[in-house]
C-alpha cells in the first residue's frame, strides 16, 4: 500500500512540475513572432486617399475602433471618437474575457513604430511582444496586399489625436495561453485584377470580415461547410439575441433571389447622403451589422462582392435574426 501511494504521489508531483513547466514555456517562448520590420512607411496622397477608404469602408477599422451610438439602428459612428478605442467586448457578448479596443489615434500609438503597428495589424503581436485576441482579425489582415496595410497605416497616422486610457485586455484561463500559440506570419497577398470580379470580389469579402459573423463557430472555430450561412448567435442587452443573415446564394433562405441592383441599393440605404439614424429602444430590433461604415463603398467593390458571393456554394438555412429571450 505504502508502495502504492508512493507511486501516486510521483504520477501527482510529475504531472504539476509539467504543467508548471508547460505554462512557462507557453508564457515565455510563444507567440513565435519575428521582431518587428525596419520601416517607415511615406505617405503620399495615394497612399493617404487608399487608407482613409479602407479605414472607412471595408476594413471597417473605426467599427470597432471608435464609439458607435447603439441608441441608433446600426450604431453609427459618434462624430469625434474616430479611432478612441475603449469598447469592451466581455463575457455578455459571448466572450473569453474582457477585450478592450485599442486607441489607434497617434496619441494611444504614442512610443509606437510603422514597424510594430504593422505587425500587430497583420501578425497579432503588441509593441511588447505579447499576443493580440483574433477578434482584431490579423489572421485576415496578414493575408492583404502589403501596400494596403501600409495605406491603412499612413491614414492612422492622420487621425486626430485622443487621449484615452484604454484598459489592458484580460483572457480567461485558458484562452489567455491558447491564445499565444494564434499569431502566425503574415502571407501577404497582391490585388487580384479588378476585371476579375470572383477573385477581387473574395478579397474584398476577407478584408470586410464577413466570414467573422456570417459564419457560424463552435468552441471559436469556424464551420466551413456553413460558409457565410448565418446563424450566429450574439447576446445584446435588453434580453434579445441577434443573429447573422445567410448571405450565401441560396434561394429560398439566402440572398440567391436578389439582383445586384438589389444588394448594392441595401447598402446605400445607410450611406452617408441618404441614412438618418433612428431611434431604436432597449429590447428592440437593432443590428452590429456595421451598415454605416460598409454603405460607402464603391460601386465597383460592391458589386465585385456580390459577383463572388454568387459563386459560393448556396446553403439552406433559414435564420430567425431577431429574437427576445424570455
Known sequence: ?????????????????????????????????????????????????????????????????????????????VEGTVGKGGFEFNEELGLPGKFYAKNITPAGLKGWTDGEIFRAITEGVNKDDEPLFPLMPYLTFGKMDKNDVYAIIAYMKTLQPIENNVPVSKANFPVNLIMRSIPQKSEFKSIPDKSNTKEYGKYLTDIAGCNDCHTQQVDGEFQMNKYLAGGQEYNMPGGVTLRAANITPDMQTGIGSWTKEMFIQKFRTYSKSNYIPTEVKQGEFNTIMPWTFFANMNDEDLSAIYDYLRTIVPIPNKVTKFEHKN
Not at 504531472?15 to 512557462?24: K, P, Q, S
Not at 507567440?31 to 520590420?37: D, E, H, Q, T, V
Open 1 to 77: 500500500m505504502k508502495k502504492l501511494f508512493k507511486i501516486l504521489l510521483f504520477v501527482f508531483l510529475f504531472l504539476i512540475v509539467g504543467a508548471i513547466a508547460g505554462y512557462f514555456y507557453i508564457m515565455s517562448a510563444l507567440p513565435k513572432i519575428a521582431a518587428a520590420p525596419d520601416i517607415k512607411i511615406e505617405s503620399t496622397p495615394e497612399l493617404l486617399k487608399r487608407g482613409e477608404y479602407l479605414f472607412h469602408t471595408v476594413a471597417a477599422c473605426a467599427d470597432c475602433h471608435s464609439t458607435r451610438d447603439y441608441s441608433k439602428f446600426s450604431g453609427p459612428l
